[in-house]
């Protein structure tokens, strides 16, 4: 019962353009959610996190959008830079009842090219 | 600060081996993770720590033991290595409840058991 899905394997964009990856989750008692990028050989490293009282949040060129009727949230990256290129993992967390565990999508690996 | 620590960085196993992997904070947090990492499955929570002297079960358990003696250490066991067992793991940590949900990762320990 995967209650985090990340459905694209992958995405290639050109340098300069808006990345966007997506996410999708089933447990309506998450109510917070967070992005987290990887690079080869390295631990995932935060990035940006919304609040389910929140619709978006802005961080630099990255901002998350929350889409709670749709249990959708998307990550926009803008613009998009060749040292963007790493893998993007969507996380949530039912804090009343899991408190700080985390539940992870599977990963989007994100290509900018020059 | 090193930050989140984990030693070893690489191990081979042969089936029915034991080993035990090092995770180790310098952040003061009071709680630990165990994730492995499996291509196409994200990280999945293995055992968990809420506070020093406790562990808890995460969502995939079976095969694997944890010790936290110190608060800023989280030991993760495998008493009969087995090929399933061949991932990548990587232990985070984080404040408690009531503060940022953000985890910090290690580099991560890639473990092949034959």
């Known amino acids: 019962d995967q209650q985090v899905k990340q459905n694209s394997p992958s995405l290639s964009v050109q340098e300069g353009r808006i990345s966007i990856l997506n996410c999708d989750y089933t447990?309506?008692?998450?109510?917070?959610f967070l992005w987290y990028k990887k690079y080869p050989a390295e631990g995932p490293t935060f990035l940006i996190s919304?609040?389910?009282?929140?619709d978006k949040n802005e961080d630099g060129r990255f901002t998350v959008f929350l889409n709670k009727s749709a249990k959708h949230l998307s990550l926009h990256i803008v613009p998009s830079q060749p040292g963007d290129s790493a893998v993007y993992f969507c996380?949530?967390?039912?804090?009343?009842?899991?408190?700080?565990?985390?539940?992870f999508g599977e990963g989007t690996q994100l290509t900018v090219n020059p | 600060n090193a930050g989140v620590t984990q030693t070893p960085k690489f191990r081979v196993l042969k089936t029915g081996q034991s080993m035990t992997l090092l995770c180790a904070q310098d952040?003061?947090?009071?709680?630990m993770y165990w994730y492995r990492q499996d291509p196409g499955m994200g990280l999945r929570l293995i055992h968990y720590?809420?506070?020093?002297?406790t562990t808890a079960k995460g969502e995939v358990p079976d095969g694997y033991n944890v010790s936290r003696l110190k608060k800023q250490n989280f030991l993760l066991g495998l008493e009969s290595a087995a090929p399933s067992q061949t991932s990548v793991y990587f232990c985070?940590?984080?404040w408690g409840l009531g503060f940022s949900y953000e985890q910090y990762f290690g580099p991560g320990t890639r473990l092949t058991v034959t």
């Open positions: 985070a940590s984080s």
């Open positions: 447990n309506s008692m998450f109510d917070y």
């Open positions: 919304i609040s389910s009282i929140k």
């Open positions: 996380a949530a967390s039912a804090r009343e009842t899991s408190g700080s565990r985390l539940t």
């Open positions: 952040m003061n947090h009071e709680y």
């Open positions: 720590s809420v506070g020093e002297g």
